[in-house]
């Protein structure tokens, strides 16, 4: 959109092609001829000069231990063995759940007669080599008070 | 790097030599890293954008007809990527209106020259920072377009094929960035002036 001062032939978008150097053979004579006859597109011209002249240019972002650290990563990426340690890794993993199923399949508890909960909790937590956390703790006083409560309805039905 | 000894390059990379792809990385990572953070404003995606570019390469070096130099294929990538983020991130923008454009701004991006003065230095990055606000005004195509012409001295031309369009429409594009950009900016110009 043209400002108001400018007159019809003014053509904003040929100054800025004309800044970059943009415009070749007639039009660029043709801008040439018009700003010597126009002094809205020279002030215009000196605003857009001075507006891109002004932003920041030749800043670099990354300094050059960040772009080796870029290399390598790259790089790193297309080595084959960047992709090859996942199949091993993976074959060990395997063979060590195999190996670990089979002791526990082999290794198997015999059942043991009828317990209270309390007690088969307690007993397999110990089996396990670690202590019952918090949480069971609390599961087993709420099953045992259960067994009171459950006694004591029998006490009091029967009496 | 000339058309030969890219042309050996290519070669040695074609036949499973990764240390010409390592040779190729080093020879061009700086600009290609340096135009995505100038696309992108962004520092970690601009890591991202030129790392798969580099990675597109790599896997497509077997069928690189070298019709274009390896770093315009590059650019071409890097500029096409930089684009689907630049919408992408519009998009979210515009889902999550909510958020302020000022939020966005990454401070990494503003770390000074230890060569300039303080004063000089807080001058410096509050004009970054008011250009990289005044940058997100912009399309993704206008941004584009005036980071290959303004910064990168690309030619209309290339940056027309580069991106695939009319170089008529590049020069609107250009033309309606540089406006948009000279409105967002108008307060420090005057400042400055």
Redesign the interface.
Known sequence: MNKPSESLSCR??WL??YY?G?LEGDDRLWVENHLQGCAVCRRELV??E???D????G????SPGE?RA??E???R????EHRLPVRPALGWTLAAATAVLLMVVLHAPTPVPQQPPSEVALQRAGEAGRLPDAEMLLNLELLENLDLLQELEGTGSSG | MDTCSEKTLLARIREGDDTGFEELVAVHSSRILSLAWRLTGDREEAEDIAQEAFLRLHRSVGDFRGDSSIATWLYRTVTRLAIDYLRRRKLRKRIFFFRRDGEEADPLDFVPDSAVSQGDRFFAGEIRMRLDRAMRRLSARQRVVFTLRHYEEMPLKEIAAALDLEEGTIKAHLHRAVRILRQELKDLYEELS
């Not at chain 1, 002004?54 to 240019?57: E, S, V």
């Not at chain 1, 800043?59 to 990354?62: D, L």
């Not at chain 1, 990426?77 to 084959?80: G, M, T």
């Open positions: 904003p978008q800025t092609l970059y943009e605003e857009l001075s507006a891109l002004a932003l920041p240019k800043e670099t972002a990354f772009i870029f290399d990563r790259v790089c990426r297309i080595r084959p």
